[in-house]
C-alpha cells in the first residue's frame, strides 16, 4: 500500500513539474549574452538612429555572398540587432557576409505602415552602396530572419511582386535569391487571432488595422499572399515552439509548392522559439546547413 502511494506521489510529482528539455528552453535573455565579434562597420541608410546594419565581413579573397539578417521581437521592443549579433557573427565565421539589418519598429516614430516596410526595403537596397566599398557579390543575396524578422525575411524576397500601386513598391529592388525563416510569421492574415497571445496588439499596429479594416494592406505585407516568389525558401520552426502555430508553415509550404516554389517547411523536434538561434544547441546544425544551402543555391537562381 505504501509503495502503491509513494509511486502515484511520483507520477504526480512527474507530471506537475517541467521536463528537463523545458528548463533548458532559451529565453531572449540568453540569446543576448552570447559572444558576438565585432562589426566591420555599422552603416546608416536613413537618418534615424534605428535605419542601420551592421556590416560583417569573412576572412579571404573575393566577392563575399551576403545573408541579410533581420531579427524578431514582435515588430516590436521586445527585440533589436544585438538579438542576431552571435547569430550573424557565426554566419560570417562560416564564409558569408552578414548585414544584420535594424529598423524602425511599431514603438518608434515613422514605423507600422509603411514605415517598418520601407525601412526593410531601403536596407536591402543600401546594400549597392556598401558594395562599393566592401567586396560584396550582390548576385548572391538571401535574407534570414527569426520570427516576426523571419516574416520580414519571406517579405524582402516577395517585394518584387508588389502591384506598383502600393506604397511599399519600389521600381528597382535588390534581387533576393532565397530566403529562410526561422518561427516566421509567413501569412499575417491567419495569425491575427492567434498572434494577440503572443505579440499583445503589436502585429495589428504593424498594419494600422484588421483584415476587414485594411485588407489591402495585408495583402501586400504577407508574403503567402504575394506567392509565388520565385526564390527558393526554407520554413524552419521548432516542435516545441508555441509561439506561432504550425500549420501556417505547411499551409504556406503547400500552398508556395503549387505555384512551383522551391520551399521546404523543416521541423527541428528538440527546438522551441529561440533555441534554434544559438550555435551551442545542436539545433544549429540545421539551420546553419539550411542558410549556406540556400547561399550555395543562390548563384543558380534567377527571378
Known sequence: MAAAVLRLCFVLLCLAAPSRAQESFLRP???????????????????????????????????HPVVVVIHGGCWGELADASMLANFS????????????????????????????????????????????????DLKRVVTAGHSSGGHLALWAAARHRLPKSSPLYTADPLPVRG?????GVPDLRSFVDYGKSVCGDRHIRLLGGLPGEV??????ASPGELLPLG????????????????????DYEATARRKG????????????????????????????KAILGVVKDSGKTTQ
Open 215 to 220: 485588407p489591402e494592406r495585408y495583402h501586400n
Open 231 to 250: 526564390v527558393p525558401q526554407r520554413l524552419i520552426y521548432g516542435a516545441k515552439d508555441r509561439s506561432v502555430p504550425h500549420d501556417l508553415f505547411l
Open 179 to 183: 530566403a529562410v525563416s526561422l518561427a
Open 89 to 136: 557573427s557565426t554566419l560570417t565565421e562560416a564564409g558569408v557576409a552578414t548585414w544584420n539589418l535594424e529598423y524602425r519598429r511599431v514603438h518608434n516614430k515613422g514605423s507600422g505602415w509603411p514605415g517598418t516596410f520601407q525601412d526593410v526595403a531601403r536596407g536591402m537596397d543600401h546594400l549597392r552602396e556598401a558594395a562599393r566599398r566592401y567586396p560584396l
Open 29 to 63: 535573455a540568453d540569446i543576448t549574452k552570447l559572444p558576438s565579434t565585432p562589426a566591420t562597420e555599422r552603416i546608416f541608410y536613413g537618418l534615424d538612429p534605428n535605419q542601420y546594419a551592421d556590416l560583417r565581413l569573412p576572412t579571404g579573397p573575393g566577392l
Open 261 to 288: 516554389d522551391d520551399v521546404e517547411a523543416i521541423v527541428i523536434e528538440s527546438s522551441a522559439h529561440f533555441d534554434m538561434l544559438s550555435p551551442q544547441k545542436d539545433t544549429w546544425r540545421t539551420v546553419e
